[in-house]
């Protein structure tokens, strides 16, 4: 059996950043989207367009993707819990509360991951500095978002019960996903689009039939174009190889980045000031991912023995 290492290297910290652009981008995107598009069909085109990428990029690769039951089951699995249903509580949501109070209520994910993971796994045990950084994470976000994204607690209370079932299913996706680590990233990435696309068509001519619908303006398809080729097909190829080599509880880290990720993209494209409080905000994160790692406090023992000896 393959071994999983836990211990997060440049490499891995490097593909959480870059996910965490891609990802947090999305929240973009799907804003850009849903003035005038359901949300149905925003969840649709993004899987639809990342199964075609992807499925191309299967190919180029030469990997075979078997046409089991018992290959496909747990991607049918997978694609339910990491897609189907966040996204669209998480797309729906976002047509009533904004982005900033859904990235703080999204950030309860990694909770629930080091819960399930404590519970699941062999390997991925609750320890008290995960617990802290945990805590100090959501903090920073919250700090960092800003308390004006809290006045709008409970104005829309469906939409903000959505964001937070989202989180449950992105966490027990992230546990469920180990299962993968021995198949290629691209086969799997290209396998949960695949399976996510299919299920997806009954709810889009059940709720959101295409010949219905006003045609989209160019910003919207454009923003569909971006998250189903950049967000998810460039992105879920991250996803399995974090997942493969850091783990669950690390992989979840990718919530706290997010909110950042807005803020520096805020900046850089909508010349958007960075208010005090983001630096604030990004320290309070870093603790929180450092506490996780638990290799600064490790090392800072070492050091602190030295000292002594």
């Known amino acids: 059996m393959t071994t999983i290492s836990r211990e997060m290297g440049l490499t891995d910290w490097a593909s959480i950043v870059m996910l965490s652009i891609l990802w947090g981008g999305s929240y973009f995107f799907v804003g850009v989207a849903v003035a005038d598009i359901n949300p149905f069909l925003i969840v649709f085109g993004r899987v639809a367009i990342g199964a075609l990428v992807l499925g191309c990029a299967v190919r180029l690769a030469g990997v075979r993707m078997p046409m089991t039951v018992a290959y496909w089951r747990p991607l049918f699995m997978m694609s ?80 903000q019960v959505a964001m937070l079932l989202a989180s449950f299913p992105y966490a027990m996706s992230s546990v469920f996903a180990r299962r993968f680590h021995d198949r290629p990233p691209v086969a799997s990435a290209a396998g949960q689009m695949i399976c996510s696309t299919v299920l997806m068509v009954p709810p889009v001519l059940a709720f959101a039939p295409p010949w219905a619908q006003a045609v989209p303006g160019p910003a919207s398809i454009a923003a569909i174009l971006c998250l189903g080729v950049l967000s998810t097909a460039f992105g879920y190829l991250l996803v399995f190889r974090i997942l493969r080599s850091a783990g669950a509880t690390n992989f979840s880290l990718v919530t706290f980045l997010l909110p950042v990720t807005a803020v520096v993209l805020g900046y850089m494209l909508l010349g958007e000031r960075l208010d005090p409080r983001v630096f604030a905000g990004a320290g309070l994160i870093g603790l929180g991912l450092a506490a996780i790692d638990g290799r600064p406090a490790a090392m800072l023992r070492r050091g602190l023995r030295g000292s002594r000896s």
């Open 80 to 159: 339910i819990l990491n897609n189907i249903v966040p996204w669209t509580l998480i797309t729906w949501g976002q047509t009533e509360i904004a982005s900033g109070l859904a990235a703080i209520l999204n950030a309860t994910t990694p909770l629930f991951t080091v819960v399930l993971a404590n519970r699941f796994t062999a390997d991925e045990k609750l320890t008290p500095g995960k617990i802290a950084g945990i805590a100090i994470g959501i903090a920073g976000v919250v700090v960092l978002i800003g308390p004006d994204a809290l006045q709008g607690l409970g104005t829309a209370i469906l939409a």
